[in-house]
């Protein structure tokens, strides 16, 4: 049995993955306007990675016979300043997100929630994952962004991403 306080935590974080879903989808719309088709589909890729994130806390509070809250998703931002921007963009919300994650565990390891310290593991080592993906796009981003043809093998290696 989980206790109020982290049901209402990770019914937050349902919201703040699916909100994810929707950034990296409007990063996606706006990148495939570029002609960037390949940084498109890896964000689009990304999206559905969070709405799984979100999808895998719903189905613990299910499994925990514990409350399902829904909240509005917020309209994610649409306006970006260039494929580096978003790449720092993205990098500042993963850095969010990875606080939030730590602030369950943290709220868990308080209350001796064994179960839901468990179960939030995998979402830690998930963010380590993400940022070290994003930090590494924004670095070779930084060094040859300007060079058009080295932003064009890379866009056609980001093209590659299947899951
Ligand atoms: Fe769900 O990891 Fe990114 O936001």
Redesign the pocket.
């Known amino acids: 049995m989980i206790s109020e306080n982290i049901n209402v935590i990770l019914n937050e974080q349902i919201n703040?993955?699916f909100y994810?879903g929707y950034?990296?989808l409007s990063m996606s719309a706006y990148l495939k306007e570029l002609g960037l088709n390949g940084f498109a589909t890896w964000t689009k890729i990304?999206a559905k990675?969070?709405v799984e994130?979100?999808l895998k806390i719903f189905d613990y509070l299910i499994d925990c016979n514990s409350f399902v809250t829904l909240k509005q998703i917020k309209t994610p931002e649409f306006e970006f300043n260039g494929i580096l921007s978003i790449f720092n963009y993205i990098y500042e919300?993963?850095k969010s997100?990875t606080n939030s994650i730590m602030e369950i565990a943290k709220k868990a390891e308080e209350e001796c929630d064994r179960m839901t310290l468990n179960f939030i593991d995998w979402?830690i080592a998930?963010?380590v994952e993400?940022e070290e993906t994003v930090k590494n796009i924004i670095k070779r981003l930084e060094l040859f962004g300007e060079d058009k043809v080295a932003l064009y093998l890379m866009d056609k290696e980001l093209s590659e991403r299947t899951e």
């Open positions: 703040k993955e994810s950034l990296y990304q990675e969070e994130h979100g919300h993963e997100i979402f998930e963010q993400e």
